[in-house]
């Protein structure tokens, strides 16, 4: 495989019959993102250099934030702007083809899959809500009451502050828990699909705040005051100490869509 071919990068898929022109730049910043009728399905797509994905300059490339950052924002805006005229399956990044015949084969071999996704996706749009926890400010509050009927010694006063403590957490991880089953079931009530998601930042970007939960929900437009209005009670009158429910949305359906790796590679 040549490093200097063309190759086919996959930004999304839409259902057929969209009339779609996305005036976003391409992955490159180069070649225009253009869309191709695949049967049932339209894939939105650019070319690209193969070597700068595939190959011993590409692993270079993928470790290099300057190099990767920007093709991902990038990536991320073709899909979002095309989600902002119809329903999108996101492709991951650096999903490549060798040919527009094997993008268009791929997509035939998936057909059912993907009319299975747009069918259950219907008007829905992906929201997440993240849980950011001010851990030790909540248990200094718990902590607070008990520490007045410290007695003793100060040595003696040191080991009873310890074992509250420590019974103190055990308690409010166990609440925590009830409390995320309690608000991720409420809050189902009102989408059409739930994801839990692995934690990948353990730190909220700008803030101290520990994220302790990442969920994906999928809703539809009539239902989204609803499920706000529910959100919003357990950030008020049934708040768990510490813990606000930050929504954000919508998003591209990553957690939703079915895998569609693969392309170039294969």
């Not at 702007?81 to 492709?91: D, I, W």
């Not at 803030?207 to 005051?225: H, K, R, S, Y």
Request: charged content about 20%; proline content about 5%; aromatic content about 10%.
């Amino acid at each position: 495989m040549n490093p200097s071919e063309a190759a086919y990068y996959l930004y999304c898929l839409t259902p057929s019959g969209c009339e779609l022109q996305c005036s976003a730049a391409g992955v490159d910043e180069r070649q225009p993102v253009l869309a191709r009728a695949c049967g049932e399905a339209c894939a939105i797509y650019s070319e690209v250099e193969l070597g700068e994905f595939v190959g011993e300059s590409a692993e270079a490339n993928m470790q290099d934030l300057a190099w990767l950052g920007p093709r991902v924002f990038r990536h991320e805006s073709v899909i979002e702007q095309v989600m902002g005229r119809a329903a999108v399956l996101p492709a991951r990044f650096a999903t490549l083809f060798s040919s527009l015949d094997s993008l268009e084969q791929f997509i035939v071999e998936h057909r059912e899959a993907i009319a299975g996704f747009f069918a259950e996706l219907g008007e829905r749009q992906e929201w997440a809500v993240k849980g950011l926890l001010d851990r030790a400010g909540a248990l200094q509050g718990l902590f607070h009451p008990a520490a007045e009927e410290l007695t003793g010694s100060p040595g003696m006063r040191y080991f009873q502050e310890k074992r509250i403590k420590a019974q103190l957490e055990r308690e409010f991880n166990q609440r925590l828990r009830a409390f995320s089953q309690r608000a991720a079931a409420a809050l189902g009530t009102h989408a059409g699909g739930f994801r839990e998601r692995k934690v990948l930042t353990p730190v909220a970007e700008g803030t101290e705040a520990e994220v302790v939960l990442n969920w994906a929900f999928l809703i539809a437009p009539g239902a989204f005051e609803d499920f706000k209005a529910s959100l919003e009670r357990f950030n008020g009158g049934e708040a768990f100490p510490g813990l606000t429910l930050a929504l954000t949305g919508p998003w591209p359906p990553y957690s939703f869509a079915p895998d569609l790796s693969g392309g170039a590679q294969a």
